[in-house]
């Protein structure tokens, strides 16, 4: 069983990282597939490792409405879906927590994210119901992957880099 302090600790780094996403990026250079992933990781009870990230995921997404108008849009659903999808894979991270192991995790997430938010996208009909519009969706898309896989591995090193900090020169605070 987790303790408070550890869960406190791992809640809070989560939402400093969904609150990141008021800080103005690159496009797609978000913390969205690194909060599932980390909260996947430590959350040790499975409904909170949900949760606790798309809890903070939509508070950041009220806030960017009120503040400029983004945080609502149509592919709301598939971009929460591959958030579930992402917390998943770090169950099986669990125990670990290697940089390598984690890379891959951050990598194979940011795929997953781009196949099914833009799978999303498909199915709004811009681009036609053919095979062929599938892939002209995904090709239109590729520009923007790029942030994603950089926002992925950017604040999984935070995250999971603080963590194994804390863990290291407080271990205290995540027990």
Same mark, same amino acid.
């Given at each position: 069983?987790?303790?408070? @302090?550890?869960?406190? &600790?791992?809640?809070?780094?989560?939402?400093?990282?969904?609150? %990141?996403?008021?800080?103005? *990026?690159?496009?797609?250079?978000?913390?969205?597939?690194?909060?599932? &992933?980390?909260?996947?990781?430590?959350?040790?009870?499975?409904?909170? $490792?949900?949760?606790?990230?798309?809890?903070?995921?939509?508070? %950041?997404?009220? &806030?960017?409405?009120?503040?400029?108008?983004?945080? #609502? *849009?149509?592919?709301?659903? +598939?971009?929460?879906?591959?958030?579930? &999808?992402?917390?998943?894979?770090?169950?099986?991270?669990?125990?670990?927590?290697?940089?390598?192991?984690?890379?891959?995790? %951050?990598?194979?997430? $940011?795929?997953? #994210?781009?196949?099914?938010?833009? #799978?999303?996208? +498909?199915?709004?009909?811009?681009?036609?119901?053919?095979?062929?519009?599938?892939?002209?969706?995904?090709?239109?898309?590729?520009?923007?992957? @790029?942030?994603?896989?950089?926002?992925?591995?950017?604040?999984?090193?935070?995250? #999971?880099?603080?963590?194994?900090?804390?863990? @290291?020169?407080?271990?205290?605070? $995540?027990?």
């Amino acid at each position: 069983m987790q303790s408070q @302090r550890s869960f406190q &600790l791992i809640s809070l780094l989560i939402i400093l990282g969904a609150v %990141s996403r008021l800080i103005p *990026h690159p496009h797609n250079f978000a913390p969205i597939g690194a909060l599932a &992933l980390f909260g996947g990781t430590y959350l040790t009870e499975k409904r909170m $490792s949900f949760l606790i990230p798309m809890g903070a995921m939509l508070i %950041s997404d009220i &806030l960017l409405q009120l503040i400029n108008g983004t945080g #609502f *849009h149509g592919e709301m659903i +598939w971009v929460y879906g591959s958030m579930a &999808l992402i917390t998943c894979m770090g169950f099986f991270l669990r125990g670990r927590e290697q940089r390598q192991t984690i890379m891959v995790a %951050s990598l194979t997430g $940011s795929m997953l #994210f781009f196949f099914v938010t833009n #799978f999303g996208v +498909w199915t709004n009909g811009g681009y036609g119901y053919t095979a062929s519009g599938l892939g002209e969706c995904y090709v239109a898309a590729i520009p923007y992957f @790029r942030g994603t896989v950089m926002g992925d591995l950017f604040y999984n090193l935070v995250l #999971f880099g603080s963590f194994a900090l804390l863990k @290291r020169f407080a271990p205290a605070l $995540s027990k």
